[in-house]
């Protein structure tokens, strides 16, 4: 190549922007993201899905007396709200807003895949937890309730626990399903659309979030949880965890190479 022919290559390739590192998939916790930042992203995302969850459930009971539509309006906004959430925060903290799932992160990585560390969980956990907790607070301000008022909706029934096992199981399923089959990039609508369905298919309308537990149990609002049923759904939910795992370990199990 002469110096005449080489000149326009060099241009072109000065022209060219440099190729950054691709983003990480939602629901992957990307390692060079500062850690104080994804605290601040999982609180903050914690803190808009109670938001979400309970300003929705004090919504549609002032606009409807019929249990149904309040139903249909909460779980409307918490599919939409959600999905946002994990697209906006996702490459950033992982998008987990749930100790469940950061937990089942740890685990898988002390098994060798990927995931958070014990001092990232350690960071996590709490975040997500007072982020819940600020998130009910907020809701009940906007509308102007109480701010902390424990809620009176008992929810300790033998088979709301069940409905909450079903609930955990399923999500630590569908999202660990979709690590292990390289489909992360579909999380925003898959973990959005199975909590929708979920609202509906279980008896315990699927809270499957240890820290959204604990935040719902400061509002007195339609999508509240008493204090005394709190153990109970967050001990069935750890369950529902474990469950979820052992089924990704059998449905997803790689397969072995052909002789």
């Not at 000149?7 to 990480?24: H, I, K, L, T, V």
């Not at 009910?136 to 902390?148: N, Q, S």
């Not at 300790?156 to 630590?172: D, F, K, R, Y």
């Amino acid at each position: 190549m002469t110096a005449a022919e080489a000149a326009p290559a060099e241009q072109a390739a000065r022209a060219a922007p440099a190729a950054g590192p691709a983003a990480p998939a939602p629901g992957a916790t990307p390692p060079r993201t500062p850690l104080a930042a994804r605290a601040a992203a999982e609180l903050t995302g914690t803190a808009a899905l109670v938001a979400i969850v309970v300003g929705s459930g004090i919504q549609a009971t002032e606009l409807t007396e019929d249990v149904g539509l309040q139903l249909l309006a909460n779980s409307t906004a918490t599919v939409f709200g959600l999905g946002i959430l994990i697209l906006l925060l996702g490459p950033v903290s992982g998008a987990h807003f749930n100790p469940v799932v950061t937990l089942a992160e740890w685990w898988t990585a002390r098994r060798g895949g990927a995931g958070v560390t014990l001092r990232e969980v350690a960071v996590y956990l709490p975040a997500q937890i007072a982020g819940a907790v600020a998130g009910a607070v907020l809701a009940d301000a906007m509308f102007g309730e109480p701010l902390v008022k424990w809620s009176t909706h008992d929810r300790s029934a033998g088979h709301l626990l069940l409905g909450e096992v079903v609930a955990t199981a399923g999500l630590i399923l569908l999202i660990f399903g979709l690590s292990r089959a390289d489909q992360l990039r579909f999380a925003p609508v898959a973990v959005a659309s199975y909590i929708g369905a979920a609202y509906w298919f279980t008896s315990s309308t699927s809270f499957a979030n240890p820290a959204v537990t604990i935040g719902r149990a400061f509002t007195d609002t339609f999508a509240g949880i008493a204090p005394g049923s709190v153990l109970g759904f967050t001990g069935a939910q750890l369950v529902g965890a474990v469950a979820g795992l052992a089924l990704v370990a059998v449905i997803f199990t790689p397969g072995r190479p052909a002789e």
